[in-house]
Each structure stands twice: as C-alpha cells, then as structure tokens.
C-alpha cells in the first residue's frame, strides 16, 4: 500500500475527514468558497465495480472503499451506452445519444452546439471555475475551449481565481481497455479469479481477468492521491467527491455490449458535514435503486443550485431539485467502431430485459480495436479451432429479438427467460417501460447512419421520422415471422426513406422468397437513398441473390459515397463471406483510406477472403487512431 493512499485510510477512518496540511491558505480557500459546495468527479475507464465496497472480494481497492465508508455508495449504477464516447455525450448534455444521432454511434460527430447546453458552460456562467483533465470525446461538434475554464492535461482547480468555487473533472486512463492490452499481474493472481461462463477458461483468459484486477489496483491509488491533494489545501469540508466509471467493460462481451458487464459501474458520492443537507442519506449508507449516468450533469448542477434546462433528460438525484427515485435504467448500442448493431436495453438493477433489432448480426463481430486484447484473439482462435463451449459459441451466432435474464440468479447472463411463461410478467413489465422510453426521448435508432433525418433537430420534424410506425415495423422486421412480409413489402413502397429501410431489414433478418426478391432487387439497384440500397443488398445476400448484391455494392466502397454508406456496405459484404470475392479489388482499395474504420474493416475482410486472417495478428491501424488523439482529447493510447 502506498504512503498516501495509507495516509487517507487511515484519516479517514479516524474522522471521516483526512488531515489537512496548509492550515492559513485552507482556511482563505474554505472562506472563498463557502457558499456554494466545490465538486470533484473522479472518472475512471471501462470497469465494472471490481471494488471491493461492492463486495468484490478479490479487489485491492482501499481508497474507494474507504470513500464508501464516508459516503454514498450507488448499489445500482449505469452508464447510458457500454462504451466511452457516445456515454459521455449524455454525460455531457444530459441528453441521450440515441436522441441526437449520431452521437449514438461509436464514433461520430452529432451536432449539438448551439442545439444542446452543457453543464461545464452553465456551471462556468453560474460562477463556477471549471476544468476537464483531458479526456473528451463527446462524440459531437461542441468544442471543450468553449466550455471549459481549462480542459487540457494541466487543467486543475489550483489554477482557478481567488473567491471562485470550483468544479473539476480528471478522467484516471489507468483502467482503459488499451492498458490491459499487454496484462500484468498484481495482487490478484490468475488463478483466485473467477471466469465468466461465456469465457472458455484458459490461462490466457485469467491472465486478462488478473490484469485487470492490477489496473483497478494502480487506478485506486491515483484516487487517493487526488483526494489527498483536496485535503492538504484545506478544502475537504466545502468539496463534494464523486468518483464512477464511464461505462462498464473492459473484458471480452462487457465494453460495447448491453449487459451489466457493459453497463453496470461504479458510483461513490461522498459529501462533507458542511453539504450533507444536500445528500439523500447518511453517510456509509447504500442506495439500491437504479441510477444513470444521464442524470449526472442535472445533479451536479442541482448541488450548485443552478437551474435545470429542460431539455435535459435527465434527473437530480442530489441537491435541491433531487426527484424521486428512478425506477429503471436505460442503455443502448449502435455501431460500434467498425460494427454496425441496433440493441436496447432496460434494467430495474435485478432483470434485465434486451431488445434486438437486428437479431440476424451475431452479438460478437470482429472489431480490430477490441482484438488488441488478447482475451479476444484468444475466444476468437478457439472458435476457429472448433474449441468453444455452445453456450461459449452463441456468442457468434445470430440472437433472438427480446432477451430477460435474472442478474440476481444468472450474474453471467446466460440462461435467457424471454420465452418462459414463470417470467411473463417481467417480460411484459420492462418490455412496456422501454417502449414507452424510446417514445419518449425520441430514439433516433432507427434512422441508418448518414440519412438526412438523423439528428436532434431534422428527427423533430414533423412527419420525417414517424417513430411509432417505425417500432411496429421494427418488431415485425426482428421478429422473423415470415407470414408478416407483406408488412414489409408494404414498408418497401413507403414514401419515407425510414420505413423503406426497414422494411428491406426485415427481409434480410427472414430472408425473402418469389416476387419479394425482385422486389428487392429493384429497390437495391435504384432507391435514391443509399443507405435503403445496401439494406436490401443484406436481404438479398440473405436470400439466394449474393451474385446480385455483391455488383451493386462494390461500387458503393468508391471514394464519391458518404464514409457511412461505405462502411455499411462493407459490413454486408463481409457477411456475405466468399461471395463477396468479386468486390475484392474495392474491399482491398480502402485498406488505405484516411478514415479510423474503413481501413480495419477492408484489411479485416480482405484476410478473411485471402485465407490469411489470425487472431493473434491485429488489422487495426494504430497511427490512424495516434493522429486522431488530439481532436478527441486521447492520450496515443486512448
């Protein structure tokens, strides 16, 4: 243990409040500040709650736990989105993703400036010295400089004026996916952890799951270091702590899926005597119902007693303005780096119930980033190999539309209940509470990558984006009930672009037989929106026409079509496996494109054709995502 870290435990054990150093300048500081409380978040990288205050019996994390001790610890909290940039969108504006396309997509640029406010610029209006150290990735136009007293790797509440409280950010990259890359061993030996059942157990596995054990280990002592720095200035009586992770992970089927192992993380509050009027319990005390992470910037700035925008959908859960517990939480997944998918979720804290919109995609596709981890070489080698388990193996294999699962009973979230008449009424219960979410945030889910519709604003429009159409037709097109084509053939001649998309959806996830495939053929050859012609190119290539899908796509890699276009008809043709070869030389052409996942997804798919892919030989493009670092505000790593 090092000697700060055992310097704050022990403080705060012993009084609940660490010893202070600096007695005159804290005193200056703490009457400078004294009428609004100062707010720290301490944010950590892709981790579950390995911590040992959530009864994770293996975790060193004594910091966090002793914050626990004098604070609130959130039993039930979630991130919006199982993976970094489009959570902290939502973070950000206390807006979901999935309401501002297509900032719901990993990654992207939604507009959102000017459209959405931030809590950094309403703090920083209110009076307040704000800073971000550094991490930004907001996944939209807004720019940091414009919100942020300082965002940068020196940004620190040191640096903040005389007589201004302050709130402060720093983002801890220790526990990043990227750093358990090449895993190393700390207290947490490979052998005392326990393998998911979805994981084959192997030493390369456990070598994964010890790793990341060690980077928690690394991580808490940086928060005790942090916290330290509040207490020597003297200002842990006017400074209320936050500590949480940005969305779940970061071992294989965590980060970027919607499960707990992708959405459930850590939140500690710790409030001083001073603003403990502000706090819904005691301190030491645990909160069980559900909490999420769009309702963190509507809180933060509850505790400043700023007011609310409305257009925040969030809600306080702290402060003067704090609302009612919440009953459920809500998380998504779009596309994911390279990958395309269309999943929801909702969560009481106990079940879990997923929703699958293009249940024909296998919940596991190859993504060159997540395969720099050697766990993910590792299950992807032994499914070549014919070595994983049929549980282990569904993971590649094409899912149903609706899943439940008891996360109390089945941590691992395995034994699927949608379909078990004992578990009907939770089944109807969360089906019918995400139903009425998706209506009533506006989920742009629907609307493809790159469609004139998608955003905030063009998706508000009356009449472009008919959402409750769209939930009918998307039940009916993942459900897979071929006696419902002729919904789809129908949606195939709709005037809005939308419905017509889906409809081809739904025929590549039941196929399509007869005149549906000349039907098809004509919508893939000549719709006048793109994104509508590679979707009926998927059906096609589902339905005995690959031949014919593939001569339409192939001219929709050239370098005149939007990137979105592009890297959706690559995902086709990379479903579409050896009758993809004709379309080879396009494939093999954007192995040189300046975009992040053009290039993966081409290098991927021309191995794959070539015979020469390996796992353990990574195709991602670790300069391109190096020369990208600075605009979303990564470290080389990040």
Known sequence: MTHTRRNFIRASLASGIAATASVTNGAVARAATSARPNIVWIVSEDNNPYIGAYGDKLAQTPVIDALARQGILYRNAFSNAPVCAPSRFGILTGVLPESCAPANHMRADAKAAGILPTYPDLLRKAGYYVTNNSKTDYNCDIDPDAIWDDSSAKAHWKNRPEGKPFMAVFNLMTTHESQNFNPTTGKVKPADVRVPAYMPDTPVLRQDIAGYYHRMEIMDGQVGSLLAEIEAAGLGEDTIVFYYSDNGGVLPRSKRYCYDSGLRCALVVKFPAKWAHLAPNRAGSTITEPVSFIDLAPTVLSLADVPVPSVMQGRAFLGRTASAPKKYAFGMRNRMDERYDFVRTVTDGRWRYVRNYMPHLPLMQNQAFAWLAKGYQEIDRLRMEGKLSPLQQRMFQERTFEELYDTKADPDEVVNLAGKPDHAQHLKRLRGALDAHMKAINDNGFIPEGSAIEGYIPSRVAGAYPLDRLMALG????????????????????????????????????????????????????????????????????????????????????????????????????????????????????????????????????????????????VYDLEALMGRGAKIGLSPKG
């Open 475 to 618: 039940e009916v097109a993942a459900g897979g009930d071929r006696r419902k084509a002729g919904v789809l053939r129908a949606a195939l001649g709709d005037a809005n672009e939308v419905i017509r998309y889906w409809g081809a959806t739904g025929f590549a996830v039941q196929g399509a037989t007869g005149a549906d495939v000349t039907l098809l053929e004509r919508i893939a050859r000549t719709d006048a929106v793109p994104q509508v012609r590679v979707a009926a190119c998927d059906a096609l290539s589902r339905s005995g026409a690959s031949d014919v899908a593939c001569k339409i796509l192939a001219p929709l890699l050239a370098e005149d079509q939007q990137r979105a276009v592009r890297l959706q008809a690559l995902n086709v043709l990379t479903r579409m496996g050896e009758a993809a070869r004709p379309a080879l030389p396009q494939i093999r052409a954007l192995t040189g494109s300046s975009d992040e996942y053009l290039p993966n997804a081409s290098r991927y798919l021309s191995q794959r054709l070539d015979g020469t892919f390996d796992p353990a030989k990574p």
